[in-house]
């Protein structure tokens, strides 16, 4: 960190360096002034009544360790997503917000079935976002950027609206939805009882992503992948269990961390918001102790993300400054992050060239100062 505290890597400017964000929650990254303002709409309580004290309530209720206690924040932040000019005000200052810190590409997630209580249907509720994305896009235009948000829709574990939620989504591909995922609890909820889902998306050939190994086992990472055959593991922070050490310091890979690594699953991490719950009780309390670098030293395809900006009370430019200053990373390994991420993206292929070509015409520009 410098002085003025914004992180740095070869003396430039974070925010500057180019980003894609593929785990990056739509309800997880409301401003707190703009949760005051619609929640006072519509008549909704919340703990604080001052964007400050609001923000420190999140960040405090996030550090318990347990991740059912993070996961009660999401109540605030969905009660006032509930209509479709909330829905569209939060798409839109996502994008703004995501392309102040330098992202260039986003998969924004979120749960339709989560956004019913007031009687939108989940398909508005898609056209609400997709409208606010676009809104987001115009604005950071007009300001002279350029930025992409797509979404990816989650079905909860612990409900039953999985199928429901798949049909959803591939009935909207081929615009604002690229993707499909599995949120929530993992213990309990195994990826596998969403097995008719996870078939349905795999029949009709649909990008997947799946949270697991985030507090749950290398049994439930396991499961994600049989069951559910992802292309990208959200967190998998558990996958250490499945890596161990050669004599000479090279590392072993068991079948599951063999199979992520040789197949190029993307994986999503998230190390503030792990920190924050219970997939790292037994790895440490600080970033140095984040497996980030352990998959990243055995050539998996490693991406930063920073799962919930509000609740972690991070970003992107955040997430990358604290793993340089715990591993020292240097440019050309946050070149190799931002390219596995667009590698990752859930696009077509010629999309995801143009996004790698800018990424790396971006980084040679900074190189070039
Ligand atoms: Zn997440």
């Known amino acids: 960190m410098t ?12 925010a500057r360096i180019p980003k894609v964000s593929l785990h990056d929650h739509l309800d997880g990254a409301l401003r707190p002034q703009t949760i005051i303002e619609l929640a006072r709409d519509i008549g909704h309580k919340l703990p604080a009544g001052d964007a400050t004290l609001l923000d420190d309530w999140f960040l405090q209720s996030c550090t318990s360790g347990r991740l059912e206690d993070y996961l009660q924040t999401f109540e605030h932040t969905t009660a ?22 330098g992202v260039v590409y986003a998969e924004t997630r979120w749960a339709p079935e989560q956004h019913t209580r007031r009687g939108m249907s989940m398909q508005e509720a898609v056209d609400a976002v997709a409208a606010g994305l676009r809104e987001g896009e115009a604005v950071v235009r007009d300001r002279g950027g350029r930025i992409e948000v797509r979404q990816i829709l989650c079905a909860m574990r612990q409900n039953d609206r999985s199928l429901d939620v798949a049909q959803l989504a591939l009935a909207n591909r ?20 969403h097995r008719e889902a996870l078939e349905l998306l795999a029949r009709e050939f649909f990008p997947t992503t799946i949270h697991a190994g985030e507090e749950g086992d290398l049994e ?3 499961d994600a992948l049989v069951a559910g055959r992802p292309l990208r593991i959200g967190h998998g ?34 190390p503030s918001s792990n920190l924050q719950t219970a997939g790292m009780n037994d790895l440490g309390t600080e ?27 991070t970003s992107c430019s955040r997430e990358l400054g604290l793993l340089v200053d715990a ?8 070149e190799t992050f931002a390219l596995n991420a667009a590698d990752g993206a859930f696009l077509p292929l010629d999309e ?18």
């Not at 006032?80 to 996502?94: K, W």
């Not at 890979?253 to 992520?260: C, E, I, R």
């Open 174 to 193: 081929g615009g604002s939805v690229v993707g499909f995922d599995l949120a929530g609890p993992e213990v309990g909820f195994p990826a596998s009882r």
């Open 327 to 334: 591993f020292g990373y240097d440019l050309g390994d946050l």
């Open 220 to 222: 439930l990472i396991e």
């Open 237 to 270: 922070v558990r996958l250490v269990e499945d890596i161990d050490w050669d004599v000479d310091g090279s590392p072993l890979l068991g079948p599951v961390a063999s199979w992520v690594r040789d197949r190029r699953i993307v994986v999503e991490s998230c």
């Open 80 to 101: 006032v997503m509930q209509t479709e000019e909330g829905l569209v005000r939060v798409a839109r200052e996502y994008v703004v917000d995501a392309a102040a810190d």
């Open 287 to 313: 970033i140095a102790d984040h497996p980030f670098d352990v998959f990243y030293d055995a050539g998996m395809a490693v991406t930063v993300n920073p799962d919930n900006r509000l609740m972690s009370r």
């Open 3 to 14: 002085n003025d505290d914004s992180p740095r890597v070869n003396g430039i400017d974070m």
């Open 352 to 369: 995801r060239e143009d996004l790698a070509d800018q990424i790396v015409h971006s980084f040679d520009g900074l190189r070039a100062e």
